[in-house]
């Protein structure tokens, strides 16, 4: 009910016939049911709480709801809550937050203990990338969540073996990416990780900007007024920003690579803009995946691969260097896994267009979402840095959320690095922090009961789940602040 | 008028007919000349304007102003607050803030144009302090106005060989110390600067807390509650942490060295607390540079000298490495110019115990801010983080400006680096967010024209002096917001 109606037109309609010679059926099977798995059990949560209101004028209202919760979300409410029922009423938008965090926390509990996308496997990709003469690649797409997946299936890579650090509009920190340029070269200086500094390889940014075929006009990105050739250019301009930036800071030649890819929202599909030996990039030359699927479709799974290099190639200025063409050539052929994981969606596509996400994520971290959609990110470290960014994600749910009655529901996390004295107390600090000015910033929709907060910290060196620090959903404890 | 009375106590009486043999005369005279000259520049303000405002029903009104203006300013006031002064009365508010700014503005052009505390003279102490075992100091002392001059004055070193970075209450931020340890492994690594990374030499982090002995419980640390013992832990604490965050983060034997110094602000007078090899100091141990003023006063430099040796080495646990030895006896032996230049003051020491800042410095710089109890630093990206000490230091200027009619003058300030294309609008940017966080949290002083801010930001990779952005106080653009 939540989500668009389907769009009638789609881009290319009945060609997943048959499956194209270099595609992934068993990934694209594992990765369907991995994101079918996550959607269900958000989904299911708006249907079982309908179920439970509609139980509460009976006698053991609290046994038979929590019956049914275990049975159809996997998982008992708060006692609390369903024990006053009776006298204040089910407070059903409480229920829903607490719901919707609890699904939150056990998908993301979930996920670090079973590796469900396998990105920890990065031996394989890690070997190739320094093949190709970069020793590490930095993506940052735009912080759109239809472009949360864009690492785990859109490339098809490894999470463990890039570094993703989404910013809206692609517009990434250009000291902030300076400064893991230097860790980088220090790891590689001090521990030959991972490879040694007199290893001739590059560090590699790349910008993912968006757009969309079906509706190119309202679905493109938002932070760039659906403008496709802004998006690019914005793109390109911070990517030459930090280049220049490494360039005049650091002595003896030191450099990056640079690559701006565009994604179709609509489709997955990717358009690769390749750069020369300068880092030039042209664009209105790009490679673009959606056209070789089709073209290399009949063909056997050599000859593709050799058409997609070919096309790359034709694609890349004079004096791009190979190993760029051979990792572009790459990742087209991993998107086509993508492409046809989208043509064979029930609908022949993505059902949500524009914006169906369930929670907004606030803060820093977040490793764990790599679903399309899901979640609506403000990475950021303070309300007022992050304020426009809140306040279209508060607009958004306005019309997904609270035009429906429901609450809007608000993960702030930050990540820490246990190894660190003391970081762990400054992260929950942190969290608190923010959490005050969030509930400041959004006083109205607070006291409605129409915003609630989950505040979680991870220790990211220790690679564990959550710890949740508190929420705005569970009793306060009487008498308390 | 605005400095609280002189104390009839001092310190040590009547010591000071004879020099030293270890002070540096000539330097004194050269530090006590700048410091007259700025604080001069400051206390003629209200005089003047006090005197222009008599002016005010004369005639050629606006001409006669200018003239006392540049005659005990230096510098004419705008016109057009003189103008209006017929028909609005005359702004005397916005006239003090707009004299404060230019009064600080000239002094930090003056500054970086002509470095008059030669802090650029590095070349002698870099070569000192490698020669004893540590490639970088970098000092914490209290954000406190008090020890503003601790580099300059207190411990005689040249700003441009040390990395000083204030925080309240010494509680540095440990992160941001560990990027920053990283930044210079990589330049020592990359360009042997300024040692190449196989010299054993150590980052040296450095903690100055302080104390009052002349109202111990009232004029300490206000971090701490004026606790001493508190305020030493404290510092003490937060260097075992960094040095447990960098041994847990790198391998191959990645340490640190660490020094805990305490100061007297009624006497400028040093303690300092030896580590020993393993970096523990006990806080009950230090050695005394005051004591050592008068111990060694009577000797020979030769002989002084080799009694503040062995009063170092008496105070040093036995593990104490012989480099960190000669250092801590060089900065002894350097504050003991220190601690003449404060006994030979009018009256026999400071006549201000307590604070009597002139103006409030906010966000990130401020390096040419090297006098003592001439400013209230608050050093923080947004107000969202930095609100406690932007609180207390609006209490602090309500007392020494707001009760007596004065206006708080804020100086937001941002540092970027002019090398990285976009940092300068990144910087404008971030200075005109503080400010708006400012006005809005201090609105009802603001609306009274009690609070008034101007924006600067400097290139610190140019060496240049300040850019103003904008102030409070200039006439706002007809039809402007
Ligand atoms: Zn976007
Ligand atoms: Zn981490
Ligand atoms: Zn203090
Ligand atoms: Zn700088």
Redesign the pocket.
């Given at each position: 009910e939540r989500r668009p109606p389907h769009r009638a037109r789609r881009h290319v309609p009945g060609t997943v016939t048959q499956p194209h010679p270099l595609t992934n059926r068993s990934t694209n099977e594992q990765l369907r049911t991995y994101e079918q798995g996550v959607r269900a059990a958000f989904d299911q949560i708006v249907p079982t709480l309908k179920q439970i209101s509609a139980l509460h004028c009976e006698p053991d209202f609290t046994q038979r709801a929590q019956q049914l919760a275990q049975r159809e979300l996997g998982f008992e409410l708060p006692n609390g809550i369903l024990d006053d029922a009776w006298i204040a009423g089910l407070d059903l938008r409480r229920l829903y937050a607490w719901s919707l965090f609890e699904t939150y926390r056990r998908m993301a509990d979930d996920f670090f203990a079973r590796d469900p996308l396998r990105g920890r496997e990065t031996t394989a990709f890690d070997e190739f990338l320094q093949s190709c003469g970069f020793h590490l690649m930095d993506i940052t797409p735009c912080a759109d969540g239809r472009l949360a997946h864009a690492i785990s299936y859109v490339l098809r890579l490894p999470i463990g073996a890039v570094r993703r650090k989404s910013y809206a509009g692609t517009l990434f920190d250009v000291e902030e990416t300076v400064e893991k340029w230097v860790e980088v070269e220090h790891q590689r200086f001090r521990e030959g990780r991972p490879n040694t500094a007199d290893t001739s390889t590059r560090y590699l940014k790349v910008v993912m900007y968006h757009f969309s075929s079906l509706d190119p006009e309202h679905q493109g990105c938002a932070a760039h007024g659906s403008d496709d050739g802004l998006a690019a250019r914005a793109g390109l301009e911070r990517l030459h920003h930090f280049r220049q930036a490494i360039e005049n800071s650091f002595c003896c030649g030191a450099s990056v690579a640079l690559l701006l890819i565009g994604l179709d929202t609509d489709t997955d599909a990717i358009r690769v803009h390749l750069p020369d030996e300068r880092g030039e990039m042209d664009l209105n030359q790009s490679v673009d995946a959606q056209a070789l699927y089709d073209q290399t479709h009949n063909l056997t799974p050599e000859a593709a691969r050799q058409g997609i290099l070919e096309a790359v190639c034709a694609a890349a200025p004079d004096t791009a260097d190979e190993g760029m063409v051979r990792l572009v050539a790459r990742l087209v052929e991993n998107n086509l896994s993508q492409i046809e994981y989208v043509r064979t969606l029930q609908g022949g596509g993505y059902p949500d267009a524009g914006h169906a996400e369930r929670f907004m994520a606030v803060g820093i971290g977040f490793e764990e979402i790599q679903l399309r959609n899901l979640t609506y990110f403000a990475y950021l470290h303070t309300v007022e840095e992050g304020a426009p960014d809140l306040d279209v994600g508060c607009r958004i749910f306005d019309g997904l959320n609270v035009s429906h009655g429901l609450p809007i529901p608000v993960v702030v996390r930050f990540?820490y690095?246990g190894r660190v004295p003391g970081a762990r107390e400054r992260a929950v600090e942190r969290a608190r922090r923010l959490d005050r000015a969030l509930a400041d910033r959004f006083r109205v929709r607070v006291q409605q009961g129409l915003l609630h907060r989950m505040l979680v910290v991870r220790d990211?060196?220790a690679g564990s789940g959550l710890e949740v620090v508190s929420t705005s959903v569970d009793p306060q404890p009487a008498g308390g602040h």
């Open positions: 990540d690095h990211c060196d």
